[in-house]
């Protein structure tokens, strides 16, 4: 990676500096009263909104942030971009909490912020400090010759871009590829470019996982016009990264480079924040959120089944009860005949047609982020479900441990997992640049300090790829590095191994036509998954009604 100087905002360095921990005021704004405590939400259902100060629950003046990280608290605390934050444990990305807290009528987005700070001192005893280092930064810059950019043909008025996709085609194997992304952009400054480019590309995320800066210079606006390729979109020599796009189309450049931005290092941290006090139990009680009113109808079984679609304003689904069950309880789909036990037959039958509008106000009402009007966060909108489920099918659950059909990871010899640094924070996501062992494999994770549970975990989550839960049963301890990738669910791929399966014992075949899910695990990481019968948390249905309450 590239070092280079770049002109970095004087007035980052004063704001880092005035929110160092170990500087922090005695008489700095904290919450009136606060309740931190442990999401219940399973890592891949949450969803990453920011903090809100919501009206309309038991007072005014609310600020709640579901299901957050400490990271991103951290974020929210200092203004500051994940990849300028340092150190701390390899939990700080993975653990969720929940954050209700009271504010004063009038609260600014600065002190806010300051509040913030003051509970993670409080409550996780977090310290830090701030210095100047390398952060690897996009940086936009001009190319050799004269760019390709447009002078603005309107320059007056806001700057945007309107996004489409291109037509669909095969790709070079003869599957469908997907569409090309575009964009027509107007009255965009130099700065407007840069900052509008990661958020254009979208699948990028991977390769634009950093923010990007402009070093070009241009005075004025511009028009431009961008088109490229998803990462996943196998257009073989026709494939356009939005690197490519930016460097042919638009005559600029985006390379990555180590710039010296203000920065913070993580010197201490708690994971378990202190208790509540104990007037949250009965302050800070905020009711269920529920859909304003909710329409439930019978439709024909050979309907097309979706369990979830959202607009800014109303929840819409098409789903038999078990599958609407399984959203409400953050149940994978794959896994919901094993883990939801006593429905009747007609919950598998009986397709439901629901359109519910969220309230105006409270928890479960849209939020406005980035400028946007969005719907809540998928936790919330899922106790939402399962209060509709209560109140229209009157359904009564209770959660026991059940014998059931599982995959166990195992393993048998040498494993190809690389012990991770512990320092390192976990994650797991695409890697479009990654290589691949096998051809038709369309897509590689790249995961980062994985314990063998969070893996487990994060395969049931690969909805459609295995048709039962995962349990792990590799007796390897801590944290782990590797690259894992196989093929589309719609690609051919076998039956997973019992334990009496010859492919047990005799060597894998090669996968010219795709690599089965199954097969990936064992062929790449050296992991075996068996089928076989665990006692594993379930949910029981003790009463839910055939027909929804009048």
Known sequence: MKKIAIFVPLALLPVLAQQTTQQRSAQQPKFELADVHASPTAFWFAQNTGGQIRPGLIVDGLYIYRDATLLSLIQAAYG????????????????????????????????????????????????????????????????????????????????????????????????????????????????????????????????????????????????????????????????????????????????LHDVPLPGMVIKSVNRTPTPNAPEVATALVVPPPRFEVAIVKPMDPSQRVFTGANTASQFKAVAPLRLLIAAAYQIQPNAATDKIIGLPKFADTQIWDITAKYPSTGEGAPIVTGGRTVPPTESVLLKMIQGLLADEFELKTHTENREITVYALTVDGKHKLTRADPSERSDCRPDPGAPRPFPNIRAMANCKNITMDEFARNLEQATGFFDHPIVNETGLEGGWDFLLGFSNPSQPRAAAPSPASPNQQGALPDAPEGLSSYDAVQKELGIKMVKTKRSVPVIVVDHVDEKPVE
């Not at 969720?96 to 600014?108: E, M, N, Q």
């Not at 990028?204 to 800066?213: A, G, M, S």
């Open 80 to 255: 500051v971009t994940e990849d300028m934050v340092s150190g701390g444990p390899s939990w700080l990305k993975s653990d969720l909490f929940d954050v209700v807290a009271r504010v004063p009528d009038g609260t600014t987005p600065a002190n806010l912020k300051l509040m913030l700070q003051s509970l993670l001192a409080d409550r996780f005893a977090l310290v830090v400090q701030t210095e100047s280092r390398p952060t690897p930064r996009y940086v936009l810059g001009l190319g050799k010759g004269k760019p390709k950019l447009r002078p603005a043909a309107e320059p007056v008025g806001d700057p945007g871009c309107k996004q489409e996709r291109g037509p669909i085609a095969a790709g070079p194997d003869g599957q469908i590829a997907t569409p090309n992304l575009k964009a027509s952009c107007h009255n965009m400054t130099s700065k407007d470019i840069a900052d509008t480019l990661k958020q254009l590309a979208g699948g990028y995320t991977t390769y634009l996982d950093h923010d990007v800066i402009d070093s070009t210079n241009l005075a004025g606006a511009w028009d431009f016009d961008l088109e490229w390729s998803p990462p996943i979109s196998q257009k073989g020599p026709d494939h356009v990264t939005i690197f490519d796009a930016v460097s042919k189309q638009l005559g600029l450049t985006l390379e």
